[in-house]
């Protein structure tokens, strides 16, 4: 199977023109939150439109930047993660949507008991999956994916507690600093791709045991990151 995910698009989607054959013969689209400009859900259903020409087969997850009627559409359209599980083939997909409380007070933020009832929602759905796969727009506290300058951490600790709790096959989420990062939380592997309008996006394919977890870049296919190579 074999899956794209976006972060940060925020209508900017010039680089699928790069793209189009790679997203027209994926299994599957995900968005990881921050769809939008302006965070409403009009925004959204362009951006959703657009790669429905190409490919169908979309999930995702509202971002800190877009709003709650970016949730609501989502959610009307079957295509919401936030507090859900879907499976797809064998592989069990949830997610958590939103940004979680900081000191930047962005426009869509949740507390963490949010988060926890959410994250229970969803995996409990999908929890018996040959391989979970977690989309969250917010990363997990202290990892390399919700560093900022000065090695300051800004991510969810109910996120990292729930890791170790239920570990994931697979992390996804946001990038907070606008920069590809990765980490590994024992068997669990975590990507942020940088955003979407850079070029940056993530591939996972589940037959292809070189290129297993992968960021790649719309306008330099020789830029890739090899996140983990299958055994």
């Given amino acids: 199977m074999k899956i794209i995910a976006f972060s940060n698009v925020q209508m900017h989607l010039d680089p699928i023109k790069e793209i ?10 995900l968005l990881i939150g921050n769809i939008t400009r302006q965070g409403t859900w009009i925004e959204a259903k362009k951006v959703v439109d657009i790669l429905k ?16 009627t970016v949730q609501d559409f989502l959610e009307s359209e079957g295509l919401s993660l936030h507090g859900q599980g879907r499976k797809v083939k064998n592989i069990g997909f949830y997610g958590l949507g939103a940004g979680n409380r900081t000191l930047f007070h962005r426009p869509f933020e949740i507390g ?6 959410r994250l229970e929602e969803g995996y409990h759905q999908i929890q018996d999956s040959e391989t979970i796969i977690l989309v969250s727009h ?9 560093e900022i300058s000065m090695a300051k951490h800004v991510g969810s600790r109910m996120i990292r507690s729930f890791i170790f709790k239920h570990p994931p096959n697979i992390f996804l989420s946001s990038s907070v600093d606008r920069i590809a990062r990765s980490d590994r939380f ?3 592997y975590l990507a942020s791709p940088g955003p979407f309008e850079t070029g940056d996006y993530l ?13 790649k870049n719309a306008y330099d296919p020789n830029k890739k990151t090899i996140l ?3 055994q």
């Avoid at 020409?53 to 709650?68: A, T």
């Avoid at 917010?138 to 919700?146: E, I, R």
């Avoid at 591939?203 to 960021?215: A, R, Y």
């Fill in 20 to 29: 189009r054959d790679e997203v027209i013969n994926s299994d599957l689209i």
């Fill in 53 to 68: 020409l190409l490919n169908p087969n979309i999930y995702g997850v509202m971002g800190s930047f877009d709003s709650e």
């Fill in 112 to 117: 963490e008991k949010e988060v926890s009832l």
């Fill in 138 to 146: 917010t990363s997990p506290y202290n990892s390399k994916l919700d």
């Fill in 186 to 188: 024992g068997m669990t």
């Fill in 203 to 215: 591939v996972i394919d589940t037959e292809d045991k070189d290129h297993h977890l992968i960021i």
């Fill in 228 to 230: 983990y190579k299958s």
